[in-house]
């Protein structure tokens, strides 16, 4: 991945996110709990209108940070995956099983298993597909990114540039 000194992220949300708060998660996500960004805005838009629909909202946001990945990523401690791997397949199954309860990582960067590869993991985690099988279909799918914020420290490397609205 090419990546600029600095680089545009997206959080979407039923509200403007203009300081990015580090909140326990009700669910098992894919890693673990943080503040969720990705680089591509039709995912962020696409999360921002399926946040507003389970919350009962008319307002679908998607908020707009700046980040500089030089300073981060030589600043903290990160895990950084740039394809769906064996070690993302086995670090995304045991976060949505429940099994890592937290990681020492500050941010975990990586392609996002969404809902177009959601009966590929599940075949994965019920022993339909081998580790290998389910790698080999992934890596065909048109797979989105996320970089999560697990850390205060982390938080701090992102600055708010704007919001817009999104149709829901």
């Not at 995912?43 to 399926?50: I, L």
């Amino acid at each position: 991945m090419n990546l600029n000194d600095c680089t545009i992220l997206y959080h979407g949300s039923n509200v403007q996110v203009e300081k990015p708060e580090l909140r326990p998660s009700t669910h098992a996500l894919d890693f673990g709990a943080g503040f969720y960004t990705t680089l591509n805005l039709e995912q962020a838009k696409n999360f921002a209108s399926k946040v507003a629909e389970r919350e009962h909202s008319s307002n679908a946001i998607v908020s707009v940070y700046k980040v500089d990945w030089e300073k981060l990523k030589s600043s903290l401690q990160g895990l950084w995956f740039e394809s769906p791997t064996e070690k993302w397949l086995d670090f995304v199954s045991d976060n949505r099983n429940g099994k890592i309860v937290d990681s020492h990582y500050d941010f975990v960067f990586g392609p996002v298993a969404n809902d177009t590869i959601f009966k590929t993991f599940i075949a994965y985690q019920n022993g339909v597909l081998s580790k290998k099988e389910t790698i080999e279909r992934l890596r065909v799918k048109k797979l989105y990114n996320q970089l999560v914020f697990k850390t205060a420290a982390a938080v701090e490397y992102l600055s708010f540039d704007r919001s817009f609205s999104v149709k829901v």
